[in-house]
């Protein structure tokens, strides 16, 4: 892993500035410190990391595009991207972390929060001393989350709220869940529920074979009683959780593309040292058509990722572009995967290595936040003008 060089094979660096450059040799720096050595420990005993919080809030990995005033990094969207590229090529369960309490969480408590939530909760977020988890996927509502079941009625300065949220990142440790509900007017709003309000509870989700150093649960919400002023103000109808979405599918697209780094790397390197009939096995034609085809999408992939961030910099990135990039870079990174497990032979599946867990991760990547499926269909949809969903 000392060895890591990002592929840079059309000069992309070249894009990027000197900020862009240290953010993103710092957080590298960081994963090859804090993560590599442990993750596939983490991974095999599927347990979560968590003494890695405070050094991902010193990295300023929580939250880097807000404003410095809460907390945040103030930076732009192409270092934000860098930073989710180098986690993921660490492990995808680590940006996810991020992801969530960045994108899913501290964004939305900015973008429609109250001035005293967002004084309240964004700067213990951003150190990592306040962790949160975001809920929207139900039981029986994944792909379509409209059909939400979970609901609140008014209880005078409070709010009942009941339900039940599944799959959710980080819900088993999160101080916070930023639960997504409808209100008795059946519009939804986005609520704060924290750890110790009575009838709460996060049982965590066993037996995954992906992503398996990221703790997962349920969100189950029994008559819990709420104060009115964890309500988010600015939050009303579905709009509001989907553009949070958009925000981690972007920091999704740069991640997917780190593993999808660290697996062609780990191929190359062993490609030139693995002696079969006498020579590197590197100097076989059907090897080279594999890294061949590799570097290629990666570079397709980084450009299209690079050429994002500046719509996204600009303000003018479309959620459909966003949907295009994570559907890429989830399809690039999986078959990458796939096919660098391939170039090590046996000793791909060995958690020697980092491509089985990365191969393993990428099947939930391609799921969640909008499934591959989805993503082709808001494509489908944006280029035709047809909704194909229902
Ligand atoms: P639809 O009528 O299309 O949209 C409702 C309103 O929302 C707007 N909108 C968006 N705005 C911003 N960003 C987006 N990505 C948006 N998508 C839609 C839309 O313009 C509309 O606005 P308005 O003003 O007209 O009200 O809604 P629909 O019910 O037909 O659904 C469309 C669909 C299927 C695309 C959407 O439901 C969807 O994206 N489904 C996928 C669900 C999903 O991605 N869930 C993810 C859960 S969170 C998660 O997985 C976290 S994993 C984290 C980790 O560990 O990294
Ligand atoms: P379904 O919606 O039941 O889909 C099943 C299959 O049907 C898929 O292949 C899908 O593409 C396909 N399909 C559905 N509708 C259509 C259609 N109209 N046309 C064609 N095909 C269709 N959610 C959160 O809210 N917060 C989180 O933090 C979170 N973390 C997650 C962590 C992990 C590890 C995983 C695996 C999931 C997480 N999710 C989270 C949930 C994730 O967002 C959902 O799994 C995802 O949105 C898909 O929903 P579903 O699993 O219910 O699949």
């Known amino acids: ?45 599927a347990a979560f990391p968590e003494h890695i919080l405070p050094g991902l ?5 929580f939250g880097p595009t807000l404003p410095v005033e809460y907390g945040g990094g103030g930076l732009d969207y192409i270092s934000y991207g860098l930073m989710m590229q180098e986690l993921e090529r660490g492990d995808s369960g680590v940006r996810s972390t991020a992801s969530v309490q960045g994108s899913l969480v501290m964004h939305p408590i900015f973008t429609y929060g109250s001035e005293e939530q967002k004084r309240r909760f964004l700067p213990k977020m951003a150190t990592g001393e306040i962790m ?35 799959w959710i990142s980080n819900a088993p440790f999160a101080h916070i869940a930023l639960v997504w509900a409808k209100d008795p007017a059946g519009k939804v709003r986005g609520v704060i529920v924290e750890r110790g309000m009575e009838g709460f509870s996060t ?8 992503l398996r150093a990221s703790a997962t649960g349920e969100l189950v919400l029994d008559n819990v009683r709420v104060p009115k002023s964890n309500i988010l103000p600015g939050a009303s109808g579905l709009k509001a959780p989907l553009s949070c979405l958009s925000s981690a599918r972007y920091g999704i697209a740069w991640g997917a593309i780190g593993a999808a780094m660290d697996c062609y790397d780990t191929a190359l390197r062993y490609s030139k040292e693995r002696v079969q009939f006498g020579k590197p096995i590197g100097g076989f034609q059907l090897i080279q058509k594999k890294l ?13 990722n690079w050429r994002l961030g500046v719509l996204k910099n600009n303000n003018k990135a479309t ?15 999986s078959h990458i995967a796939r096919e660098a497990r391939q170039i090590l032979g046996a000793m791909g599946i060995s958690g020697e290595y980092p491509i089985m867990r990365h191969m393993m991760n990428l099947e939930s990547v391609l799921t969640y936040e909008g499934t591959h499926e989805i993503h082709l ?13 229902s």
């Not at 609901?151 to 709010?159: A, K, Q, S, V």
Request: net charge negative.
């Open 292 to 304: 061949a085809e590799m570097i290629t999408e990666i570079t397709k992939a980084q450009l299209l």
């Open 57 to 61: 809030g010193q990295q300023g990995c």
């Open 132 to 166: 949160g988890c975001f809920g929207l996927t139900e039981p029986d509502f994944g792909s379509n989350p409209a059909g939400m079941l979970t609901y609140f009625d008014d209880d005078g300065d409070h709010i009942l709220l009941n339900g039940a949220k599944m």
């Open 1 to 45: 892993q000392d060895l890591f060089q990002s592929p840079d094979y059309y000069q992309l660096d070249e894009l990027l500035t000197e900020e862009h450059q240290l953010v993103r040799a710092s957080v590298r720096e960081w994963v090859k410190k804090a993560v590599t050595p442990v993750i596939d420990d983490y991974c095999q005993r």
């Open 203 to 210: 049982p965590e989700t066993r037996n995954k074979w992906s």
């Open 377 to 389: 269909l808001i494509t489908g949809m944006d280029i035709t003008g047809q909704n194909a969903f």
């Open 319 to 333: 959620p459909e572009q966003i949907s295009m990039a994570k559907r890429n870079a989830c399809e690039t990174a």
